[in-house]
């Protein structure tokens, strides 16, 4: 994979930001803020790249999008998508912040495809003037790659100085066993999972005793998909790292209003825009929390 891969299908924009071109179809990066819990208060510390797809000016599904890449340009496709992202993220996001970008093991079916194309993400990032030690690098864990293509994915990480996560832990065919080998530095749960967890008294002692057992491992955890207070709350009280979802900000389009975050500025969380309707908590949450009460710290 030369460098062209992800650089020749960008567009440069007069605002600083960045579009792909891939076939029909235009992408454009977006945004979603990750909130961190300290000291009783939410800090914005992260961000995480998400890709949103066009046709004909249209919006597009990304999973619509994937679908229609055949299997020998998804290593490009991926390339470009995170091309894309870390361009935005050096011209629109606070340079404090760290940005997930997602990789899919599965197409690194080689040690030396998945060095090269780390060593042309390094060189993206120069471009981007973004520090490595930024951008953390999510992986799912589930069979979607052979377990030796997934370690072997995981090690070229590293010995490139990236941090690792963990993505959509709880889904499938999660395995506790993989997440002691692979070691990663944080672990995102699945929305879904923790959400059901969260609904009875035994399920959320269940989810803090899990999130329990990462920390005490050096390994900080997401939450999530939150989109109501009441999980707003719960999460806290499970003792998890980091929170991520609707009820706090939606994702943006680059260019974001994201910089208010930077620390030498001090702002609320941006309004929610179309947020889901608030919906009751169960029984064993003491109180709704008060999202907008909060103070929301860059």
Request: net charge negative; charged share 20%.
């Given at each position: 994979?030369?460098?062209?891969?992800?650089?020749?299908?960008?567009?440069?924009?007069?605002?600083?930001?960045?579009?792909?071109?891939?076939?029909?179809?235009?992408?454009?990066?977006?945004?979603?803020?990750?909130?961190?819990?300290?000291e009783?208060?939410?800090?914005?510390?992260?961000?995480?790249g998400?890709?949103?797809?066009f046709?004909?000016?249209?919006?597009?599904?990304?999973?619509?999008?994937?679908?229609?890449?055949?299997?020998?340009?998804?290593?490009?496709?991926?390339?470009?998508?995170?091309?894309?992202?870390?361009?935005?993220?050096?011209?629109?996001?606070?340079?404090?912040a760290?940005?997930?970008?997602?990789?899919?093991?599965?197409?690194?079916?080689?040690?030396?495809?998945?060095?090269?194309?780390?060593?042309?993400?390094?060189?993206?990032?120069?471009?981007?003037?973004?520090?490595?030690?930024?951008?953390?690098?999510?992986?799912?864990?589930?069979?979607?790659?052979?377990?030796?293509?997934?370690?072997?994915?995981?090690?070229?990480?590293?010995a490139?100085?990236?941090?690792?996560?963990v993505?959509?832990?709880?889904?499938?065919?999660?395995?506790?066993?993989?997440?002691?080998?692979?070691?990663?530095?944080?672990?995102?749960?699945?929305?879904?999972?923790i959400?059901?967890?969260?609904?009875?008294?035994?399920?959320?002692?269940?989810?803090?005793?899990?999130?329990?057992?990462?920390?005490?491992?050096?390994?900080?955890?997401?939450?999530e998909?939150?989109?109501?207070?009441?999980?707003?709350?719960?999460?806290?009280?499970?003792?998890?790292?980091?929170?991520?979802?609707?009820?706090?900000?939606?994702?943006?389009?680059?260019?974001?209003?994201?910089?208010?975050f930077?620390?030498?500025?001090?702002?609320?969380?941006?309004?929610v825009?179309?947020?889901?309707?608030?919906?009751?908590?169960?029984?064993?949450?003491?109180?709704?929390a008060?999202?907008?009460?909060?103070?929301?710290?860059?």
């Amino acid at each position: 994979m030369s460098r062209s891969i992800g650089l020749a299908h960008i567009v440069r924009h007069d605002d600083g930001t960045s579009s792909g071109v891939w076939g029909i179809h235009t992408l454009q990066s977006a945004f979603q803020p990750i909130f961190a819990f300290k000291e009783g208060k939410l800090s914005v510390i992260a961000f995480e790249g998400l890709i949103r797809p066009f046709r004909d000016g249209e919006p597009q599904s990304p999973m619509s999008f994937f679908s229609t890449c055949p299997a020998a340009d998804r290593l490009h496709v991926e390339a470009l998508t995170r091309t894309l992202h870390l361009l935005n993220a050096g011209a629109c996001l606070p340079q404090e912040a760290s940005i997930f970008v997602n990789f899919d093991p599965s197409v690194f079916t080689e040690r030396s495809v998945a060095d090269n194309a780390l060593r042309e993400m390094r060189l993206v990032l120069h471009e981007a003037d973004i520090d490595p030690r930024r951008v953390v690098c999510e992986v799912t864990e589930q069979r979607s790659a052979s377990q030796e293509t997934l370690h072997s994915f995981v090690a070229a990480l590293r010995a490139n100085s990236f941090r690792i996560a963990v993505d959509d832990y709880g889904a499938d065919d999660s395995d506790i066993n993989r997440i002691k080998e692979l070691k990663p530095d944080i672990v995102k749960f699945d929305a879904i999972w923790i959400t059901q967890l969260m609904e009875s008294g035994a399920g959320f002692a269940l989810l803090t005793a899990m999130v329990r057992s990462f920390e005490e491992q050096g390994i900080r955890t997401v939450f999530e998909g939150i989109e109501e207070g009441w999980q707003l709350e719960l999460a806290e009280k499970s003792g998890a790292s980091m929170v991520q979802g609707f009820v706090l900000a939606r994702p943006e389009l680059a260019p974001t209003s994201f910089r208010v975050f930077g620390k030498t500025t001090r702002q609320a969380a941006p309004a929610v825009v179309g947020a889901a309707p608030v919906q009751p908590a169960p029984p064993h949450a003491t109180r709704p929390a008060k999202v907008f009460g909060r103070r929301v710290t860059p």
